[in-house]
């Protein structure tokens, strides 16, 4: 274990290289190693956590009144009972209609570099106002969200609690605020993994530990290192081989449509590979449901290296290692609406969304 632990320290494969990084000013994380998950929540920008924060926040995850609707809630999206996921291949959301990505968990999210696939969101509060606003997703709008928290009393009390001495606590960023810091807070350590770093010889069986030796040696960790096992860094789908259409959608060109800089096309955050077991289908896109094939897919695409079955079937059990202690949240009950909340509209095509 000593060989193999200075090993995933020590070892920077030539993939990570080639491969286009975030800028050094953006990373947060190593990408050439792995190490332990941290048990508690990292200080948030400008949003220190509280006890009452995270309260407020968790009921604001599963409020399906923040959408237009009153169906859906970021639970819909990143249930907690899944991973952090919906399971599906792109999100359905308002009015039955389909988002153009996979829902990324929020698992332990709080420690990547940026949010989304393309790095659009600098951190979860910036995030957590995104869905809220899209047409395909929540289809609200931040007025219509003030208006609703406004018109049940014991939203305005709590935050009132929770930002204390602002005149006007209750708004759209106090509410994004406050589900960051639930977020925040939804860390899942002692992976398997994690206990075989601390130590544990036992912690992982005989073919994970073979795949581990295969994911640094065949150079994984070029996009997959630090903490989060990936969320650090921004990379080519298709380094060396582009995938088919199907898991490459040509229209989608990634990072691009943040930073409109040529080189940045087809780049996609490395997502954290905590907890892969419970999150299919895989990639962007959600094209592949199979943790074993997803890894030979990346294989080819982004190493050249042609895994055998058994190489990847190894490769994946060790992943599987990664899934670590789930969060237990209670579901909330929530305040009930009044005469003045906005009621719900589930009708598509608004203007101006």
């Known amino acids: 274990m000593k060989k193999l632990l200075l090993l995933l320290t020590a070892l920077v494969p030539l993939a990570c290289q080639q491969a286009d990084k975030a800028p050094e000013s953006e990373a947060t994380l190593s990408v050439g190693a792995l190490a332990s998950l941290a048990v508690s929540p990292p200080e948030l920008a400008n949003n220190p956590i509280t006890e009452e924060k995270v309260e407020l926040g968790k009921m604001l995850f599963f409020e399906p009144r923040l959408s237009r609707s009153w169906l859906i809630s970021c639970n819909t999206c990143h249930n907690l009972a899944l991973g ?17 990505r996979n829902a990324p968990t929020v698992l ?43 018109s049940i009393p014991e939203y305005v009390q709590l935050f009132k609690e929770v930002f ?110 905590r907890n892969v077991g419970l999150t299919p289908p895989y990639f962007h896109s959600g094209a592949v449901w199979e943790l074993d094939r997803a890894v030979q897919v990346m294989g080819v695409a982004q190493l050249g290296t042609d895994l055998n079955d058994a190489e990847s079937l190894a490769i994946a059990a060790f992943l599987k290692s990664l899934t670590g202690k789930q969060p237990e949240v209670v579901y909330p009950i929530l305040p009930p609406h009044t005469a003045e909340t906005p009621l719900p509209d589930v009708s598509v095509g608004r203007d101006g969304l």
């Not at 990379?235 to 940045?264: C, H, I, M, S, W």
């Open 84 to 100: 952090g996921v919906d399971l599906l291949a792109t999100s359905v959301g308002h009015g039955w209609q389909k988002g153009p």
């Open 108 to 150: 332990n999210a709080v420690f990547n570099v940026a949010q989304f696939w393309d790095g659009r969101a600098e951190d979860l509060m910036e995030q957590a106002m995104g869905p809220v606003q899209a047409a395909v997703e929540m289809n609200n709008s931040p007025d219509r969200v003030v208006q609703t928290l406004r």
């Open 164 to 273: 204390p001495g602002e005149s006007d606590p209750v708004t759209f960023e106090n509410m994004a605020r406050a589900i960051e810091a639930f977020e925040a807070t939804l860390l899942t350590p002692d992976s398997p993994f994690d206990q075989y770093l601390a130590g544990s010889e036992t912690a992982l069986g005989a073919e994970q530990k073979q795949g581990l030796e295969l994911f640094t040696t065949r150079g994984c960790t070029a996009c997959h290192g630090g903490h989060n096992l990936g969320g650090a860094g921004y990379f080519r789908f298709g380094l060396v081989q582009a995938p088919g259409a199907e898991l490459l959608p040509p229209e989608d060109k990634g990072r691009y449509a943040v930073t409109n800089v040529a080189t940045d096309e087809y780049l996609f955050k490395a997502p954290s590979l």
